[in-house]
């Protein structure tokens, strides 16, 4: 859209906004109003300009007296500051003068405050001690109290306890004899029936034993013989292969020596017939020389 078209385009959306309908024409270059629109729009403009200025006034009123009542509130407090600070001072002063007409022998006001703070840490400590002491002796108290309570709850205790035993010595005398009647045929059943079921239990255990220890002694007879029976086996077997062993070493050994005997012999014939062909050799070639020299001289006797 080219710059023209986005000013016909403004003019167009204000025009809409705010002149009454009809009262406006567009041309090629101009836009063409009505009589009465420019007064409408002048109005319109001022109304405006009037509803601005008054927001614009209403927030410089604001600002203006949002910054005077921060700078009054400052010098208030500034003010308000100043007068804590002189009543302070004043009661500083008059706590100074009470505490140096109190206190007239000390000499310099820091003496006066430590001797204030060290009483007051005195006085703080002795007041803790002194609750420590109170609470002390309470509970020392306390527990003479209970002690004293105690004793006296177990006298009593061991008085109604002796009035009691005593009220029970006479009901019990009073039903001894039928009570101790009644009590030996009672625990005469009790210990037969007790009798007959140990015995029952005994014999049951005696039998129970005297199995488990046949048991063991069987079980031992039969490990034993099975032992026996291994061992006696493990060692033929033992011995068969160490017989067998020696065996094929003697024969390993017999038939080592055969046939270290055999290429000793081997060995010593080729060595015999090695040493015959030489003989044979050197004798032959002996007698050829001796057959050619007798012949040489032979020859030289008939040629002279």
């Known amino acids: 859209m080219s710059g023209e078209e986005q000013c016909r385009e403004y003019c167009r959306l204000l025009c809409e906004a705010h002149a009454p309908t009809g009262s406006y024409q567009f041309g090629y270059t101009y836009l063409f109003l009505h009589h009465s629109v420019p007064q409408v729009m002048a109005d319109r403009i001022q109304f405006l300009r009037g509803q601005h200025a008054t927001r614009i006034q209403a927030r410089y009123r604001r600002r203006f007296y949002s910054l005077r009542y921060h700078s009054i509130k400052r010098v208030a407090i500034k003010v308000q500051s100043l007068l804590r600070m002189v ?140 032992e026996r029976e291994s061992s006696t086996l493990i060692q033929s077997l033992i011995r068969r292969h160490i017989a067998r062993k020696q065996y094929n070493a003697l024969y390993q050994q017999q038939k080592e020596k055969q046939s270290a005997t055999k290429m000793q012999s081997v060995i010593r014939g080729y060595l015999q017939a090695h040493k015959y062909k030489n003989q044979i050799k050197r004798v032959v070639l002996i007698q050829s020389c001796m057959r050619q020299h007798k012949v040489r001289k032979q020859f030289i006797k008939q040629k002279r």
């Open 87 to 226: 009543k302070v001072k004043r009661e500083t002063k008059h706590v100074l003068q009470a505490i140096e007409l109190h206190k007239a022998k000390v000499l310099a006001a820091h003496i006066k405050l430590q001797q204030t703070m060290r009483r007051f840490v005195a006085q703080k400590k002795y007041t803790r001690v002194l609750q420590a002491a109170v609470k002390i002796q309470s509970s020392c108290r306390g527990s003479v109290h209970r002690k004293k309570y105690t004793q006296m709850r177990c006298s009593v205790i061991l008085i109604q306890s002796l009035i009691r035993r005593r009220l029970c010595m006479k009901l019990f005398r009073a039903t001894k004899s039928s009570a101790v009647l009644l009590q030996g045929w009672v625990r005469g059943r009790i210990a037969a029936i007790r009798y007959k079921k140990q015995k029952m239990s005994a014999v049951l255990i005696q039998a129970v034993a005297r199995q488990r220890i046949a048991r063991k002694q069987y079980n031992a007879m039969a490990k034993e013989k099975k």
